[in-house]
């Protein structure tokens, strides 16, 4: 009896540190084997781009239509552990999310680097009273906002410090269903929203909303820039042998952003299915974003003002400091 | 020989707890900190967040809920338990609505609270309360049903006065049942208050949690992660202290024999 | 204490009741047999206001306190011997401890008056519940089969226990038993009961009560009693006479 619980405990802890071993050579070995994609093995491989559902998905439908088959593929994610767990996988080598986010992973040592910037503002402050055209009109309303701690809750803060509104203007979080819920209903009546979702609303209420701000023309008239959102990184490793690939896709996405800005067309409407809208909402909402391209190095100066503006304010959305210029791609 | 017999009992607990730590530490080292920082830096993250003053303002938050979710899910609980024990009509009133209640999840019920109450209203302590809500009754219910009749029969029959019928008879009997509804519910609402506060809260533990998240400060997951664990396990050994019936003496008082 | 004109029907249908009626005096202890099952239990219960009959009166005396032994112990499980035994009491003063403290002293249970009931033998805490019956001073006292899971050498000390405190206290008290000798030792008045519905088979009184309780009934109505106990048929002589053998040594130890 007792030899057999020895033997039982012993055979747990060996398994156990087998399973240890095994769990470090897997993740060890995928990162060497995508690192170290042969060339010959490479080309017909398609590369895959993980993106959330945010307007750089559009231009990136483009691409899965019109690139050769099987050589460009599109993954999305949701939640920011999804967006993690597939950069530690190796799921793809081509990641978009929130300049924020990419920084913050940076900070933390992930292996990326940012390749370009392809979203700026198409963030809004609305209200439902059509007499409320000034922040300053907003003194000891309550303004939701999708997301505590988020660009939109620090953007938010910003506008309300420079224009000497802090702590006039209350400020509530939840998230974008149940705003555009609470909206609907009319148990709230200011919030802050992106776009392409701010367009369905405008929508069901058939244009009854007051845009108080549009962030893009606030930063605009700040700083003289554009204010960068979103944008696509690489696999540090994976970039290192695979600039033929990278400088294809770069001008690919570069093409299908202007495709996207001219003439949409089928585009818009597979891109409305991923979104989960309306054909008609989304086309109504393409002129509310702006979607640009810029590479990495000519983004750096508006990315270093933008990570800038939300370290002081929030310094941990962006990992604690802004990084260096290792983090533009092609430095 | 005794003591050996009981090290080795207890033995494979702490076993189990060491080799869970092990596993934790190895596995932290395979992998980088934010996907899974380690037991020592979630520890080290924990008091730098006391040392910041960030630990406590959310503690206090999430335990003001949790009391306050409690005390409802156990005053309504009980009350219509008991009331649904004594009369059976009652019973069959209110049964199958908590039995409904208890099987809507209470990640519907945070949705919807959400709604009802706003993003700033009681949602996380109105759900706390729902889902704790049909323990208190089926197990006060329970024990209103078990009540020892004959003891009570003797008491009527010995004219007995109610306050005595209530304290010795009537709530020893439901004192089993109360004790293991708050043993498992103060688990269940510990848990269910922190989940409800990352759904929805912007102030108690769930939302630094979600602030940490979205931050990509898995450490500080981790950490927060660790506190909820280790105070959700005390309150429950505290609980079940406090609500055990005390012992009341040895096993050698057995052998006690008749006098003649 | 009195029944008048009792009906009461049990679950399907079955009659256990049906018009019936039956006296006990006061300072009397009358006891009732009968075969099981034949609603012994019941009448106690009715006369104790536990179960309502469907028809008939009970009526006692207005404010009489009441005292029951359950066929259990019905003991509290959390409270000492002591304990339980002042727990029926109104009052708790000293001299109400003393009073307890002696009979339960002359149940043979002053060693074990803080042990709990779990740590108590089957017939200590039977004891137990008559001295809490007694303690309780009560006008009228029903007992269930008392003293049937003892065995005889508690039960002859149990015996001599009731009597004692019967004495002192001299309550009414209606004691069902199955057992005759016990009947003939405690009761003054014996009654056997029939079944469907209860009826009055035969009501003997004793001839003679002595002092300290003890009874006397007369040869015939012992023979009487025996034979409706026993067996309706009439016995033959060889049984009778040993009926007659076994009830001499419980006769003649009362006088």
Known sequence: MKSIYRHATRMFASSLAALILLTGCATTNTATNIAEQPGPAASPAAITLLTPKAPSLIPAVYMEKTEADGTFQIAKWDSIEQLLAGIQGNEAPLYAAPINVGANLYAKGMPIQLLHVNTYGSMYLISLDPNVRELSQLSNETVYIPGQSGPPDILTQHLLAKKGLQGKVNLAYGVIPDIMQQLAAGTIKHAVLPEPVLSGFRMKTKGKVSEVVDFQKEWQAEFGQDLPQTAVFVNRDWAKTHAADIARFEQSYQEAVRQVNQQAGETLKIAAEEFGMPEAVLASALPKITLLYKDAQTAKPEVERYLGVLLQIAPDSIGGSVPDADFYYGS | ?260 | MRFTGISLKYGAGRLLFDNFSLEAAKGQVTCLMGTSGIGKTTLLKMAAGLIRPAQGVISRDEGERLGYVFQEPRLLPEKTVLENVLWVLEQRQEQEQERVLAMLDAADLSAVLHAYPDQLSGGMRQRVSVVRAFAARPGLLFMDEPFQSLDAATRAGMHQLFRKLWESEQPTVLLVTHDLDEALALGTRIVVLGCRPMNILADVTAASVEQHGGTYFSQADQRRLWQLTTGKDGRETDDRKTAAFKLAPSGSSEI
């Open chain 2, 1 to 260: 020989m005794p003591i050996f017999t009981t090290a080795r009992n207890n033995w494979p607990s702490g076993l189990t707890y060491l080799l869970l730590l092990l596993t934790w530490e190895g596995l932290s080292r395979v992998y980088p900190p934010v996907i899974l920082p380690g037991p020592w830096e979630s520890l080290q993250t924990l008091i730098g967040l006391y040392e910041k003053g960030r630990l406590m303002e959310p503690l206090l938050y999430s335990f003001l809920r949790l009391a306050a979710g409690f005390g409802i899910a156990f005053l309504l609980g009980t009350g219509l338990g008991v009331f649904a024990g004594a009369q059976e009509l009652v019973f069959k009133l209110v049964s199958p609505a908590v039995s409904v209640l208890q099987a809507v999840p209470p990640v519907s019920w945070m949705l919807l609270a959400i709604l009802w109450l706003g993003v700033n209203g009681g949602a996380q302590i109105f759900v706390v309360a729902l889902a704790l809500f049909p323990l208190f009754f089926f197990n006060s219910l329970q024990g209103v049903r078990q009540l020892p009749k004959e003891l009570l029969e003797m008491a009527r029959v010995f004219s007995v006065n109610r306050r005595k019928q209530l304290v010795d008879i009537i709530l020893p009997a439901l004192a089993p049942f109360w004790s293991a509804a708050l043993t498992v519910s103060v688990g269940m609402g510990w848990k269910t208050i922190v989940m409800a506060e990352l759904i929805s809260g912007q102030t108690g533990i769930g939302a630094s949690m979600n602030t940490a998240r979205i931050y990509l400060k898995t450490e500080e997951v981790m950490a927060w992660t660790l506190l909820v664990a280790l105070l959700g396990m005390a309150l429950e050994v505290l609980v079940r202290k406090i609500t055990r019936p005390r012992e009341r003496r040895g096993s050698a008082a057995c052998d006690l024999q008749e006098s003649r």
